[in-house]
């Protein structure tokens, strides 16, 4: 952000942790607390491209997250040869697609794991119809990971 002078406004939910509201605000960006979860934010967030003329990447399931997320999957298979499973949190998905996309690439025969609250089961939800739904969200202290609905462009 600070670096490269580009202008950031981030949306965070009226529980983000008052550690990542400092970070965030450390880097330069432009903070605005808005929405009980991640859905309330993220719509308010859609509202600042127009309004503002701002671009939106959602941390969740925007496209570039997750191939950057796949980086994250080949450096487990290369700093642990001999890795045979993997357990990832779920939270909207994106990071656990990315990491599992370059894992099951790499070493197709490494058992992939995701977990979930059981305060935000959107991913075991969205099993039960077939298709992403959105969760109830319950108070938890993994804010990240309090996503009320799968990433969409997941199939399941």
């Known amino acids: 952000m ?18 990542k509201v400092d970070k965030c605000w450390r880097f330069g960006a432009r903070i605005i607390i808005e929405g009980v979860h991640i859905r309330e934010a993220k719509t308010y967030a859609e509202t600042l491209v127009e309004l503002d003329g701002l671009s939106y990447v959602n941390g969740y399931d925007d496209p570039p997250i997750m191939v950057g997320a796949r ?7 290369e700093d642990v040869l001999d890795v045979d499973a993997v357990v990832v949190p779920l939270g ?10 370059a894992i099951k690439t790499l070493k197709p025969e490494c058992l992939m ?30 804010d990240e990971l309090a996503v009320p609905g799968i990433i969409f462009q997941l199939k399941i």
């Not at 600070?2 to 550690?19: D, I, S």
């Not at 994106?94 to 996309?101: Q, V, Y």
């Open 2 to 19: 600070w670096q490269l002078g580009v202008p950031v406004t981030v949306v965070m939910v009226t529980m983000a942790p008052l550690v």
């Open 71 to 77: 980086t994250i999957g080949i450096e487990m298979v």
């Open 92 to 101: 909207g998905a994106g990071l656990s697609a990315g990491i599992s996309c």
């Open 113 to 142: 794991y995701g977990v979930e609250l059981e305060r935000a089961a959107s991913f075991i939800d969205a099993l039960a119809v077939g298709e992403p739904v959105f969760t109830k969200m319950e108070a938890t202290l993994v």
